[in-house]
């Protein structure tokens, strides 16, 4: 079916957003790096279920005995035991790490809790992923991402870095100062790369949710294969609560995705995105096959309320 796409106000530079006006997406990138990580499975090239150590040999975290535990899926699921303080250290730091560097530099990181044990968001579960993707594959991240998602589903607005994004029209950034947009610059990292680096447009999003409600489907052929997609939408970890941008929500996690109630839906698959300078949200209700993804180039705290508006008006049936 076609996609329902409008944009809504301007880019900060004077120009009209627009259906095709690329925006970073922030978080929402973990579920590309799930992707590529049920494509290598799809391939032979991985096992959800191996030790981490069993692609890279030097992996390890403070306590020997579980850097040895530690599998893929804990990983995809956020059940390994990092932190989400561990997770936004080098952010915070300004780290300008490569992905395996950020990968060998763990050695001194404590984990939080045992592995296994239950879910904590941390960007680092999502850096290490995108190390084992490159050592098995041979090639970067963000090559794999390009050849094998973002080409084949022809999301020709969407880019792996800020900096090509901007001279494709990436829309401003903002932030809200007393209510007031001010334009705010973003420095990605390369390390952070397959947590948080990529940009794309409504339109290219679209094509993305209409895929996996397809079961990995998409005009140009598979992408990935139905039981990847599966088990990327399955709820993995314990069931958990949280406080965000001021609504309590229960869920569990998949393998970038949360897994829940979202609004008016009982059951729904969705994400969030963001930085202090913009937002992003998408969801899917399988049920219905329906999706929705919401991107904002500002940050208040306005996103969850307008998704919660669309998702409470779509038909249940």
């Known amino acids: 079916s076609t996609p329902h796409l409008r944009g809504f106000g301007e880019d900060g530079r004077g120009k009209a957003i627009s259906p095709d006006t690329p925006f970073p997406i922030g978080s929402l990138t973990k579920s590309f790096t799930a992707l590529l990580v049920r494509q290598a499975i799809d391939a032979g090239q991985l096992d959800a279920d191996a030790p981490v150590q069993r692609v890279l040999p ?5 306590d020997a005995d579980a850097s040895a535990r530690i599998t893929l ?3 995809l699921n956020q059940t390994s035991g990092f932190s989400r303080d561990d997770g936004i250290a080098p952010l915070l730091q300004g780290n300008t790490a490569s992905i395996d560097e950020l990968a060998r530099g763990l050695g001194a990181v404590s984990l939080n809790r045992p592995v296994g044990e239950r879910f904590e968001y941390s960007n680092l579960n999502f850096v290490l992923l995108g190390a084992v993707l490159q050592t098995v594959t041979g090639r970067s991240w963000q090559e794999l991402v390009q ?3 973002l080409h084949p589903l022809q999301m020709d607005h969407a880019h792996t870095d800020h900096a090509a994004a901007r001279q494709a029209g ?3 950034l903002h932030r809200m100062w007393f209510g007031v947009p001010v ?3 973003v420095t990605l990292l390369p390390g ?3 947590t948080g680096s990529l940009v794309a447009s409504a339109g ?6 209409q895929m996996l409600l397809a079961g990995g489907m ?3 052929g598979r992408v990935v294969s139905a039981d990847g997609v599966e088990q990327m939408l399955s709820p993995a970890s314990p069931p958990g609560r949280s406080q965000l941008l001021s609504a309590d929500f229960q869920f569990r996690y998949g393998e970038g995705w949360f897994v829940g109630p979202f609004g008016a839906a009982k059951d729904a698959r969705w994400h969030l995105g963001n930085l202090a300078s913009f937002a992003a949200w998408m969801v899917l209700l399988p049920d219905t096959q329906q999706a929705v993804v919401v991107l904002i180039n500002a940050n208040t705290e306005l996103p969850f309320n307008e998704v919660n508006a669309v998702m409470s008006r779509l038909p249940t049936g």
């Open 58 to 62: 030097w992996f390890r975290v403070a």
């Open 170 to 172: 990436m829309t401003a």
């Open 204 to 209: 290219d999003m679209a094509r993305y949710l």
């Open 73 to 75: 899926r804990h990983l």
């Open 147 to 149: 050849d094998q998602v």
């Open 192 to 194: 952070f790369a397959p």
């Open 183 to 185: 334009a705010q610059q």
């Open 218 to 220: 998409a005009p140009a």
